[in-house]
C-alpha cells in the first residue's frame, strides 16, 4: 500500500452540504432531524500515490458518514466521495452555516459547512396607491414610480410558506413585516410601519389577505428617489428564525402646476338669528414651479357670495408654499332655511382652475324666545 498521499480536496477552504427546498418538503409529521444523501465531494491527487484514507467528525446535532473509508484516486487525476447523514432541526436557521463537521484525508482536516435552503418565501409585494393596485415587486432595488406628496401607499405582502402541509412543524406563528425609512428629504418624520402574520405549512397569501403595511408620502418631500428597507422576520415551530431583506426604491415627483384646497371651513357651520360667519380656506403648491399668480375664490349665489383672492406661492418643497385666506359674510334675513355648499376653488395664472372643494353652511330660522 502507498504510503502518505498528496490528496487535496476541492475545494480546500470549506466544503458545503447543501439543503435545498425538495430535502425540506420530505419531512412528515413530527419528523425532529432530516435525513440526506448523495452529497458528493471531488477528490483531486496531484502525486503519484492513489490510495488515501477517509473518515468525518461532525459537531453535536449532525452525523456525517462517508460512503467509505478508503479511496483510490488514479495518478493526477479525481475521484468522487459521496457523504450521508442526519441533521437535527430543531432551532436551525435557514442559511449557511460553518464548521458542523470535518472531512479527514490521510489525517488532513477539511471543514464542512452546511447551507440551509428557506422555506419562507417572499414572491412579490404588491404596491396600492392612493387605493389603486400599481406595481408588482418581484425582487429587491425595484423601483415604484410616479409617487407624489400626500399619495397614500399600501405594501402587501405576498409570502409562501413552502413546508409540506403533512409537516407538523412547518407552521409560522410569528412572523413581522416592517417597512423603514428614515431620510429628512423624505419628511420630518421616519416611516417605520410593522404587521404581523401567520402562515401556515403548504400556504401562501393572495392579495387580499396578505399582511400590508400603509404610509403616505409626505406633503415636504423632496422630488427625488429614496431607498425603503423592507424586512421580513418569522419563526416555525421548530424555533428556526427567518429574515428577509429587501430595498424598495421610491420615486417622488411632482407636476410642473400642482396647486390644492389642503382645507376649506366655515365658522359657525350653522346660524339662526346671528347671521354673519367666516370662510377659511388653505391653499398649497405641490408643484416644482413656483406660482406666482394663484388664486382662491369663495362662490354660492343664493347666498350672494363670490370673493376672490390672488396671492403668490413658492414651489412645493419650499417652505412659504401654502396660503390662507379668511372672508367674513353675511346671509341676509331673507335667506331660506336650509343647506348651502360654499365652493371653493384654487387657481393659477389668475384663472387656472387647480382644484375644488366645497364646504357647507346650514342656515335655520330665527326663533326668539317668548317675551
Known amino acids: 500500500m502507498a504510503g502518505l498521499a498528496l490528496a487535496q480536496v476541492t475545494p480546500t477552504d470549506g466544503l458545503t452540504i447543501k439543503i435545498d427546498v425538495d430535502d425540506l418538503q420530505t419531512l412528515n409529521n413530527k419528523d425532529k432531524t432530516l435525513s440526506f444523501s448523495g452529497q458528493t465531494i471531488t477528490l483531486t491527487n496531484n502525486a503519484a500515490l492513489e490510495t488515501v484514507s477517509i473518515s468525518t467528525t461532525a459537531t453535536t446535532g449532525y452525523t456525517i458518514t462517508p460512503s467509505v473509508t478508503s479511496l483510490s484516486v488514479p495518478a493526477s487525476s479525481t475521484a468522487t466521495l459521496t457523504l450521508s447523514g442526519e441533521i437535527t432541526l430543531k432551532n436551525l436557521d435557514p442559511g449557511n452555516h460553518s464548521n458542523i463537521g470535518t472531512l479527514i484525508i490521510n489525517g488532513q482536516s477539511y471543514n464542512l459547512n452546511l447551507e440551509?435552503?428557506?422555506?419562507?418565501?417572499?414572491?412579490?409585494?404588491?404596491?396600492?396607491?392612493?387605493?389603486?393596485?400599481?406595481?408588482?415587486?418581484?425582487?429587491?432595488?425595484?423601483?415604484?414610480s410616479n409617487l407624489h406628496p400626500g399619495d397614500e401607499?399600501?405594501?402587501?405582502?405576498?409570502?409562501?410558506?413552502?413546508?409540506?402541509?403533512?409537516?407538523?412543524?412547518?407552521?409560522?406563528?410569528?412572523?413581522?413585516?416592517?417597512?423603514?425609512?428614515?431620510?429628512?428629504?423624505?419628511?420630518?418624520?421616519?416611516?417605520?410601519?410593522?404587521?404581523?402574520?401567520?402562515?401556515?405549512?403548504?400556504d401562501e397569501f393572495s392579495e387580499s389577505d396578505a399582511p400590508s403595511v400603509k404610509f403616505t408620502v409626505p406633503l415636504e418631500a423632496d422630488e427625488d428617489e429614496f431607498t425603503m428597507e423592507i424586512t421580513v422576520e418569522a419563526n416555525?415551530?421548530?424555533?428556526?428564525?427567518?429574515?428577509?431583506?429587501?430595498?424598495?426604491?421610491?420615486?417622488?415627483?411632482?407636476?410642473?402646476?400642482?396647486?390644492?384646497?389642503?382645507?376649506?371651513t366655515i365658522i359657525p357651520s350653522e346660524m339662526s338669528c346671528v347671521r354673519t360667519a367666516k370662510m377659511t380656506a388653505t391653499v398649497t403648491n405641490f408643484g416644482s414651479d413656483a406660482q406666482k399668480y394663484s388664486?382662491?375664490?369663495?362662490?354660492?349665489?343664493?347666498?350672494?357670495?363670490?370673493?376672490?383672492?390672488?396671492?403668490?406661492?413658492?414651489?412645493?418643497?419650499?417652505?412659504?408654499?401654502?396660503?390662507?385666506?379668511?372672508?367674513?359674510?353675511?346671509?341676509?334675513?331673507?335667506?331660506a332655511s336650509g343647506t348651502y355648499p360654499i365652493m371653493v376653488r384654487a387657481y393659477y395664472e389668475y384663472n387656472i382652475l387647480d382644484d375644488q372643494t366645497s364646504a357647507s353652511l346650514v342656515v335655520k330660522d330665527c326663533v326668539k324666545p317668548a317675551a
Open 116 to 144: 440551509m435552503a428557506p422555506m419562507l418565501q417572499l414572491n412579490k409585494l404588491r404596491i396600492y396607491v392612493n387605493g389603486n393596485a400599481e406595481d408588482s415587486i418581484k425582487e429587491t432595488d425595484d423601483k415604484v
Open 153 to 202: 401607499v399600501e405594501i402587501r405582502f405576498l409570502l409562501e410558506n413552502l413546508f409540506d402541509s403533512d409537516y407538523d412543524n412547518g407552521n409560522i406563528e410569528e412572523g413581522t413585516v416592517r417597512a423603514q425609512l428614515d431620510d429628512s428629504d423624505f419628511g420630518d418624520d421616519e416611516v417605520d410601519e410593522e404587521a404581523d402574520f401567520t402562515l401556515d405549512a403548504n
Open 236 to 264: 416555525d415551530d421548530n424555533n428556526a428564525d427567518y429574515q428577509i431583506e429587501w430595498n424598495l426604491v421610491l420615486e417622488v415627483e411632482r407636476e410642473k402646476d400642482d396647486v390644492r384646497i389642503e382645507s376649506a
Open 295 to 335: 388664486a382662491v375664490s369663495f362662490s354660492n349665489t343664493e347666498l350672494g357670495i363670490d370673493k376672490k383672492f390672488d396671492f403668490a406661492l413658492q414651489s412645493g418643497s419650499s417652505e412659504d408654499n401654502s396660503f390662507t385666506s379668511e372672508y367674513s359674510f353675511t346671509v341676509g334675513d331673507k335667506v
